[in-house]
């Protein structure tokens, strides 16, 4: 049931569609030449209409019943995905389509969520269909809420999945098991069967990563994805639009081969892709792909380049009626600009590079790669904040290669209902083009500069960039703006000089020093900047039962979001795994000039770093002990610690504790310190401006004594949420509470980033 503000805003909505519509329709009979923006603004305030009702929550819907335990019934409507872990465990993970929940009564619900489960074996599946029984926990999509990170929550929803049920090793009761004819079942079976084949006549990785280049999936070595990012040619491990350019344009050259009708290949065509996309199971993003596939083409064949354009606004508008999250959507963004790159840029390189004589495949490969890099440009560094200079070779090399190599598994696929025995041959060749085509990928990393940092852009960055080449495009828009400088020169001259002045502020204007508290869930990250863009990270994050990297997927991506390519020190609070998980990533990618830890054994930072005992990075550690200390800029950095090492128990109570000084403002930095260890520093000065909680905010840390000793005006608590522990605790958040002093958490936060001149200090945090 609406609530009464999105009742009136409806309303209002409505109102203004219905106005804009009669003036629209007004202006249009009178033939007024900007019209148009009418229309604009209507799609627009459709467009607002459209979100409200796609983002409204009903009261039924799954979300609402937020880490609660329940027993839930629901429709399976995926096959399985599956992951088995280095013990042994399958990891199952299904879309169910809730349709009750039961607590003390039972409820009717809405809304799809992820269940996961654990199973010792693969015995007793649920498939498509089946009505399923099983008690667990709801719990919210969760997403590292830090910036230029796809957002899962989002994604999720996009496909009308709300939420996680987690029911671990619990059983899945299957209610009814459907008879009904499922496709989507009856694909996956043939992929299923088609990969056993492909096991039995190539390595496994191989098939692994033959087989998501043409269905889908990312079950793929990691070395090798990072290869294929590093050169700009990630996006052909997946099913995308390339796919579907790359299928039509061999369907119809090979029509133009067999001199079939223009009209019939056509609708051959159309089968084939639709055919195509059941088989990789129709999901959201295959269709999409399918969609802006098939419009490359089409743009391509089309003689008339406008009737191109306005096909791809249509279709984009289309789509974002349909769901405004998309506008969102890192896949969208991709596809769409990297197909408006091929509509509207690629025919003019196309007759620039023409002049050079060159032969038309290498002129078709350079028109399109470059086009298609120049409008997905601010999107690409945006989220990857980095530029493949290798992209244009590995486009020329690789992709060549391995588009011959998906066209190969397609005929195999097709052959092997037929004749089993060439498809074992084809295989073979597509496993040999393979193993050509990663070698390659692996040498074009290693050429200088195959990857540059490129820091990503702001919004009105992105809104001049892509104004430009509307500019540069549109002959009338250039004589326009052309003629207009020249009769208003004298205001042209003001507002250059203006910007240039402003240009010149803001490059001398004196940077603060920032303070960066990085969402890593349940661990400890602390990135510091200084004025003069020195580095220091404290802490990593990371996870103490998984398998995540969150060194190469949290931190390493939130370093390049804010230019920093190297770090003047990593300091360790402990070797736990939540606080120093990450750094082995970080020593790996990065440089590091110093590395602090605490003097524990070095054999738990080996395991922690994955680095031998003899290495030389660990061997030049540098062990934080009393009074250690160094100085950044203005900047004074100390450490203040118990040395007293009979009175150490725990790792947590090893925690170095560091001061910031920066003039009158300072941060103290604490670890997991339990209160036992607190003591030895009341005698110390630790009073400060910000306090980062010791320990998560877990009640065994930060007592009263110590906190009114440091009195902090702002306290920092890292926190994952849904946290197995308790944190933080309801007595630490009720003592820190009797002092004037600011909470804010990770958890409900995000990012936390705290700007600093010396004397004041202000902040904000990435969800508001």
Not at 125 to 152: E, M, V
Not at 313 to 335: D, V
Not at 339 to 356: D, E, F, H, Q, W
Request: with cysteine; proline share 4%; glycine share 4%.
């Amino acid at each position: 049931m609406k609530t009464p503000e999105i009742s009136k805003s409806y309303t209002h909505l409505f109102c203004l569609i219905i106005v804009n519509l009669i003036l629209a329709f007004y202006f249009t009979l009178r033939k007024y030449k900007l019209t148009f923006l009418l229309y604009l603004i209507l799609f627009f305030l459709l467009g607002v209409m459209r979100y409200l009702s796609f983002t409204f929550i009903a009261d039924d819907n799954i979300k609402n019943y937020d880490n609660q335990e329940v027993t839930l019934t629901g429709i399976i409507c995926q096959m399985p995905k599956i992951r088995q872990d280095s013990a042994g465990i399958y990891h199952l993970t299904y879309v169910v389509d809730t349709k009750s929940i039961k607590q003390k009564e039972e409820k009717t619900t809405t809304g799809k969520v992820y269940l996961y489960q654990k199973q010792k074996n693969l015995d007793n599946l649920a498939k498509i269909n089946d009505t399923i029984s099983a008690t667990g926990t709801i719990r919210l999509i969760q997403n590292y809420h830090n910036p230029n990170l796809i957002d899962r929550e989002l994604s999720a929803q996009e496909e009308g999945i709300y939420a996680t049920f987690s029911i671990g090793k619990q059983n899945l009761k299957i209610l009814n098991t459907s008879d009904k004819f499922s496709l989507q079942e009856f694909c996956y079976q043939i992929e299923q069967s088609f990969l056993q084949s492909m096991y039995q006549t190539m390595p496994e990785n191989d098939a692994n990563m033959i087989f998501a280049m043409l269905f889908g999936g990312y079950n793929i070595e990691k070395d090798i994805l990072e290869a294929y990012s590093i050169t700009g040619i990630i996006h052909i491990l997946s099913v995308s639009g390339s796919h579907i350019s790359l299928i039509s344009l061999f369907l119809l050259s090979l029509g133009k081969f067999l001199h079939l009708p223009r009209f019939f290949n056509l609708i051959l065509l159309l089968i084939l892709i639709i055919f195509y996309t059941i088989l990789c199971g129709a999901s959201v993003p295959v269709m999409r792909a399918s969609i802006m596939g098939l419009l490359s083409i089409i743009a391509l064949y089309l003689e008339e380049k406008s009737t191109a354009q306005h096909l791809l606004s249509i279709i984009a508008l289309i789509l974002l009626l349909f769901n405004p999250l998309l506008l969102f959507n890192i896949s969208f963004q991709l596809s769409f600009a990297s197909t408006a790159g091929l509509v509207y840029l690629m025919p003019i390189l196309r007759s620039k590079l023409n002049k050079l004589k060159l032969p038309s495949l290498l002129i078709d490969n350079l028109a399109l790669t470059m086009s298609a890099q120049i409008f997905a440009f601010p999107i690409i560094i945006w989220y990857f904040t980095s530029l493949s200079l290798s992209s244009l070779l590995a486009n020329l090399i690789i992709i060549p290669l391995l588009e011959i190599l998906i066209i190969l598994g397609l005929i195999a696929f097709i052959l092997g209902f037929i004749f089993p025995f060439i498809t074992k041959i084809l295989f073979i060749f597509a496993s040999l083009i393979l193993s050509i085509s990663n070698e390659a990928t692996f040498l074009l990393t290693k050429i200088p500069f195959a990857s540059i940092y490129v820091p990503p852009l702001d919004f009105p960055a992105i809104l001049i960039y892509y104004s430009l080449i509307f500019i540069t495009l549109n002959i009338k828009i250039r004589k326009y703006l052309y003629l207009l400088l020249q009769k208003y020169k004298f205001i042209t001259y003001i507002c250059s000089i203006s910007l240039i002045i402003f240009s010149c502020y803001f490059m001398i204007k004196p940077s603060p020093l920032q303070i960066h508290f990085i969402d890593v869930g349940q661990g400890d990250a602390c990135l510091i900047i200084t004025p003069h863009q020195h580095s220091i990270l404290i802490d990593t994050g990371g996870s103490i039962n998984s398998d995540f990297d969150i060194g190469s997927y949290v931190d390493l991506p939130y370093l390049h979001h804010y230019g920093i390519n190297k770090l003047d020190y990593l300091i360790l609070s402990h070797a736990d795994a939540d606080h120093s998980g990450g750094a082995s990533s970080i020593l790996q990618k990065i440089p590091v000039n110093h590395l602090i830890i605490t003097d524990e054994d070095k054999d738990l930072y080996a395991k922690i770093l994955k680095l031998p005992l003899n290495n030389p990075l660990l061997a030049k550690a540098i062990v934080a002990k009393e009074n250690t200390a160094f100085n950044l800029e203005d900047i004074h950095f100390q450490f203040l610690q118990n040395d007293e090492k009979e009175n150490l128990k725990s790792s947590n109570d090893s925690s170095n504790v560091l001061k910031l000084t920066y003039h009158n403002f300072s941060v103290l930095f604490t670890g997991d310190l339990p209160q036992t260890q607190e003591k030895y520093l009341l005698n110390k000065n630790i009073a400060s401006t910000i306090l980062k909680v010791a320990h998560h905010g877990s009640k065994t840390s930060s007592s009263q004594e110590f906190l009114e000793h440091v009195r902090p005006q702002l306290a920092i608590i890292s926190v994952g949420k849904y946290n197995s522990f308790g944190h933080p605790s309801k007595e630490v958040l009720d003592r820190l509470n009797n002092l004037p002093t600011k909470i804010l958490r990770t958890d409900e936060k995000g990012a936390i980033i705290i700007y600093t001149d010396g004397y004041n200090f202000s902040f904000k945090t990435f969800l508001n």
